[in-house]
């Protein structure tokens, strides 16, 4: 770790629901957050499955 | 969130990184788009839409799906007619809201951040390039992803499964497994994609359920993998149901006529050569790991493996290369979505674990003025009637319905917007709020679901309490469903603002609710989960209380000598209770016992019994690391003869094997049967490693294993190469041919029915070692406790296998290792972290804010009967003892999620629901009628 | 009778049925319109006493879905 203090914000490169679960939890954790995503929507493969999807909700 | 963005450099080292971000341009203003869909619709060119996998078209201005987040569109410049011929821009005039900016330009961001989190995920095989799938000739060949949006009620054929070539329904369709994995002499990907067994077995009962019983499914498999939780029940229901296994690899695939009816020819599991038709293939494509992934990894400068997946250690397992970043999720091996739920609360708590001191640094809570003392006033309802573009407006009168409005009760003021939504409206809404002195609002407009927030936020800074608020829902179950009966439409339309209108002259404002916290996590059970999970607290800052049963640290991982990476693992543990031991922040509380529990998230009380005295902790969190063990079972002569041995005995008495000519290995032993239909998931590869280790060491020594699917998945598949490379022999076997030992003078003798040879065969062994079924430990205590589900083999329930896989219904309880169920220690690992980081999210705050929709007893009515406390799902309901009274129901509200089951019932109408009263929902329902 | 035309009231669960009725819009599937949507956070707060009033105060079925 440097010797100043750290930087209380953090990247997330991904918007599938394992980026979104991470970025989730660092924002109700006191982080400020950083998601990104290379294609217009976030949601990844996961969105594409049928069935297995109750929320489509990010709640970002 | 930043979309249509890619990151390509980044400097410093953790807690102080430099990244840019290159975002490209979307050509429509984020702000200003209100995903009405005109662009699209008014859009020429027709593009292949790779959401659905290239099954049907979609527009050059477009959103990937209805659902997408943001909901709003994107110019997709590739086949822009205007980008690339230089006219058209039929959006733009179309657009109105004027959101089309054909001049944005791609911009370059630079963030400031601690740590990195790297979850770009896996692309799926691509199976074009091999002839011998002919997925690029035969229409009827098709992916696992394309089949995915087939059975979509939102995919190109609306959910129903047809034939690519002629559009006629399917009566046979074949699975093939492991396309694009375990395969060396094609396509080079030796591991096994982990998902494609449970996902096909998914598909062919959903298939079957859209097709109905004449459908046949059939499943080609090499060996069926149903390792996850609840898995196997899964497989053993779809046999039930009728989709056939057949253990088999097809190897041709031919068009038998024009309508392009498929036949495949393989060869039995008698070694016969056998032909059959089917309508279609589905081919189960595995993963390979992301391009944008690899790409930003390499531009984060972390090690890659030799599959290019991101390298971790099983000790760590979300940790890269580069100290400060971290992996979670697909981009690091091929997993479930469970799995990278776990690395994904893992990693963040990995990454905030450097960052504590930063916590709360650059998050702001919103403020809002002070609220309007308004509950007493004569309601003045304000109602806004939104056209939605034409969305509404193009169908019911909107005028009309305004006007009406008008004419009901408690009505001040009344307005007709384009765009309710759009933010100058909700400038002006707040404008309108203060200077009308209006104190119920009413919008008349899209969904609750999706709106209700924005517009409580609105009326909040106007100073009004945000339970003010109603909508009617006049677009979602209106306008857009009975599109070609506008007179209808209208009427319903005003039927609904009536509703509204009437529910809302009774509401009330609701206080804000919140519980303080317990800064500290109990932590029951301390093998590897339990010490991880409290270490990662700890080095948070929390303060974290380990309670074990036993008199020593370590659990189940105290037997086991290397990780499936070949790490040590009793090194590893020593270092683990050091640091647990020395941390201060860490209290170990051994030969102690959980004997009782009370309390909610963020204040549990639990009592624990320690020798014969009994302490009770408070705690905000509680994390439940209970554990599980290798079963001792009495089947192949277990504990009569000391040459059967189980699990790591050998390994552990390496004397044993001195002299042995021959080992053989039993796996499933008491593991998927009809007592524990479940896979215990780590034996196949515990036994692999056995396996080698023993012929590296005495290429003489005889080794078998006697399985009956071989289940190492993921990059384990490489174990199981290099076992058959050192010349160990499989023997597969079934439920109803199981292997029988038998002593002899000279030792054993174990006879097995060999498939392959379609005879019995007599293995002379020295030593028989059995694989036995891992089982949890005794939860029903800690489960009555806490209240908290175990499933039949009595592993803790999680609040939900795919999304909430550490978490319980119950906040601020989590789970995590064997307790769960069995799994490596890489998984335990990264589940404790995870339950960690769970728990980080209630231990940060001071207080937290619970939802303030919850049921109010009035105890002068309520004659203790306790129906409330019965039916309420979450113990949110208890019976207190009234001086002499008798028992009262008591709300907590901590734990009520609001849904009125208490009201219902309630005999004595004690129990009032807050903002769902009886008589606020009567008064909708009167107006309904009328 | 031919043109009868029924007026239901629908108490739909916040969670499921109310947010099918949503996608259903969402998908644009056009279906009768005499449907009167009272929205609860369960169906299992619906008392028999909003049905009977449903009934009373001139509807002339209930939906309850969740």
């Known amino acids: 770790m440097s010797n100043s203090s750290p930087i209380g914000s953090v990247l997330v490169v991904g918007g599938g629901i394992t980026g979104m679960q991470s970025a989730l939890d660092l924002a109700e954790s006191g982080y400020y957050v950083y998601l990104i995503e290379q294609s217009p929507a976030i949601g990844g ?14 709640s970002m | 969130m930043i979309t249509l963005s890619k990151v390509t450099s980044i400097t410093g080292e953790e807690g102080n990184f430099t990244v840019t971000v290159k975002k490209y341009p979307r050509y429509v203003d984020m702000d200003a788009c209100i995903a009405c869909g005109t662009c699209a619709e008014k859009c020429p060119a027709k593009v292949v839409d790779e959401f659905n996998e290239g099954l049907a078209k979609r527009k050059a201005i477009y959103v990937p799906y209805a659902q997408a987040v943001p909901l709003k569109y994107a110019i997709d410049r590739d086949n822009c007619i205007y980008f690339q011929k230089g006219r058209c821009r039929a959006c733009e005039k179309f657009c109105p809201t004027k959101a089309i900016r054909f001049d944005d330009v791609e911009t370059d961001i630079t963030l400031q951040v601690g740590s990195v989190i790297l979850t770009a995920g896996f692309t799926p095989f691509n199976p074009a390039k091999f002839d011998n799938y002919q997925h690029a000739r035969f229409p009827n060949v098709v992916t696992s992803m394309e089949f995915e949006r087939i059975l979509s009620a939102g995919g190109p054929f609306a959910g129903h499964v047809k034939r690519l070539s002629d559009g006629v329904e399917p009566k046979k369709i074949a699975w093939l497994q492991c396309v ?71 190897h041709t695939i031919t068009e038998v006529d024009a309508s392009g009816t498929l036949n495949l020819a393989y060869v039995s599991d008698t070694g016969k050569r056998v032909e059959e038709e089917f309508d279609m293939v589905v081919l189960s494509v595995g993963m390979e790991p992301a391009q944008s992934g690899i790409d930003a990894a390499n531009i984060l400068g972390i090690e890659l493996n030799p599959y290019r997946f991101v390298k971790t250690a099983d000790t760590s397992p979300v940790s890269t290369s580069r100290k400060g970043i971290y992996v979670a999720g697909s981009l690091q091996g091929c997993k479930d979505i469970p799995q990278s739920v776990v690395e994904a609360s893992a990693a963040a708590c990995q990454a905030s674990v450097s960052l504590s001191s930063a916590r709360g640094t650059l998050v702001r809570d919103k403020i809002f003025p002070a609220e309007l003392h308004v509950a007493a006033d004569t309601p003045r309802i304000g109602v806004f009637v939104c056209n939605c573009g034409i969305n509404i407006g193009g169908i019911a009168d909107v005028p009309a319905v305004a006007a009406y409005a008008k004419t009901l009760p408690h009505v001040a003021y009344v307005e007709e917007d384009l765009f309710a939504c759009s933010q100058d409206t909700q400038e002006k ?13 009413v ?55 009536r509703m509204a209108i009437s529910r809302a002259s009774l509401l009330e404002p609701i206080p804000d609710l919140s519980v303080p916290v317990s800064k500290t996590a109990l932590v029951i059970g301390g093998g590897i989960a339990g010490m991880t999970a409290a270490l990662s607290l700890a080095n948070q800052g929390f303060s974290a209380t380990i309670v074990e049963k036993s008199g020593i640290l370590g659990g189940a991982a105290l037997d086991v000598l290397h990780t499936w990476k070949g790490e040590d693992v009793p090194s590893y543990l020593n270092d683990l209770i050091r640091d647990v031991s020395a941390n201060s922040n860490i209290t170990v509380l051994l030969n102690a016992e959980v004997i009782d529990a009370s309390g909610f998230v963020g204040n549990f009380e639990t009592k624990v019994r320690r020798n014969d005295s009994i302490q009770t902790i408070l705690h905000g969190a509680t994390i439940i690391a209970t554990g599980g063990k290798a079963a001792r079972v009495d089947e192949y002569g277990y504990g009569k003869n000391p040459r059967i041995t189980r699990w790591h005995d050998l390994e552990n008495n390496p004397e044993m094997l001195a002299d042995a000519n021959s080992v053989v290995f039993i796996q499933c032993v008491g593991s998927r049967d009809e007592n524990r239909p479940y896979c215990s998931r780590i034996c196949c590869t515990t036994s692999m490693m056995q396996a080698i280790a023993i012929r590296e060491k005495s290429p003489d020594t005889s080794v078998f294993i006697l399985y009956r699917d071989i289940r190492t998945f993921g990059e384990r598949e490489l174990l199981y190469k290099k076992a058959r490379e050192l010349g160990v022999v499989f023997i597969q076997y079934s439920l109803d041919k199981k292997p029988v030992v038998t002593e002899t003078p000279d030792g054993l003798l174990v006879d097995v029915f060999d498939p392959v040879l379609q005879q019995p065969l007599q293995i002379q062994a020295d030593l028989v070692n059995l694989a036995t079924a891992i089982e949890s430990a005794p939860n029903e205590d800690i489960a009555g406790f806490y209240k908290l589900p175990l499933n039949a083999e009595k592993f803790f329930m999680e609040a939900h296998a795919k999304l909430r896989p550490v978490d319980f219904a119950s906040d601020g309880i989590f789970v995590c290792g064997l307790a769960h169920y069995p799994k490596p220690i890489d998984e335990s690992i990264a589940q404790a972290m995870a339950a960690a980081g769970r728990a980080a999210t209630v231990l940060s705050k001071t207080a937290i804010s619970v939802s303030p929709l919850v049921s109010k007893v009035d105890t002068g009515k309520c004659i203790g009967c306790g129906l409330c406390a019965e039916v309420c799902p979450f113990g949110a309901i208890i019976l207190e003892d009234a001086d ?15 849904c009125g089951l ?28 009328r | 009778m031919e043109n009868f035309e029924p007026k239901i009231v629908a108490f739909l669960c916040n969670w499921c049925a109310y947010a099918g009725a949503d996608l259903a819009g969402v998908s644009r599937l056009q279906h009768p319109s005499f449907m009167r949507t009272v929205r609860v956070m369960c169906s299992g707060r619906v008392d028999p006493i909003f049905i009977i009033q449903a009934l009373k105060n001139g509807c002339d079925g209930a939906l309850v879905a969740g």
């Open chain 2, 180 to 250: 694009g994995s375990r395969d060396m002499n094609r396509c080079d990907n030796p591991y096994c994609s982990s998902v494609c067994c449970m996902y096909a077995i998914k598909e062919s009962v959903i298939a079957k359920e859209h097709l109905g019983k004449d459908f046949q499914p059939t499943i080609f498999y090499m060996d069926m993998r149903t390792h996850g939780k609840d898995f196997e029940k899964y497989y053993d229901r779809a046999r039930e149901e009728g989709v056939r296994f057949i253990r088999s690899r097809v």
């Open chain 2, 884 to 898: 002499g009274k008798g028992y009262r129901a008591k709300n907590i509200s901590a734990s009520c999620k609001g």
């Open chain 2, 902 to 929: 208490c009201a219902a019932s309630c005999p004595q109408k004690a129990i009032e629901m807050l903002h769902f009263k009886d008589e606020q929902i009567l008064a909708a329902v009167c107006a309904a009628g």
């Open chain 1, 45 to 58: 493969a996961m969105a594409q499955l049928d069935k297995t999807f109750p929320t489509n909700d990010c």
């Open chain 2, 443 to 497: 919008v008349a407009a899209c969904t609750p679901r999706t709106h209700e927030p924005l517009f409580q936020e609105t009326i909040r800074n106007a100073g009004l309490n945000a339970y003010l608020f109603e909508m009617a829902n006049i677009r979602n179950q209106c306008t857009w469903v009975h599109s070609q009966e506008k007179d209808k439409a209208t009427a319903k339309a005003k039927d609904l603002v």
């Open chain 2, 429 to 441: 809404m707040v404008d309108v709020i203060k200077k009308e002195k209006l104190n119920r609002i």
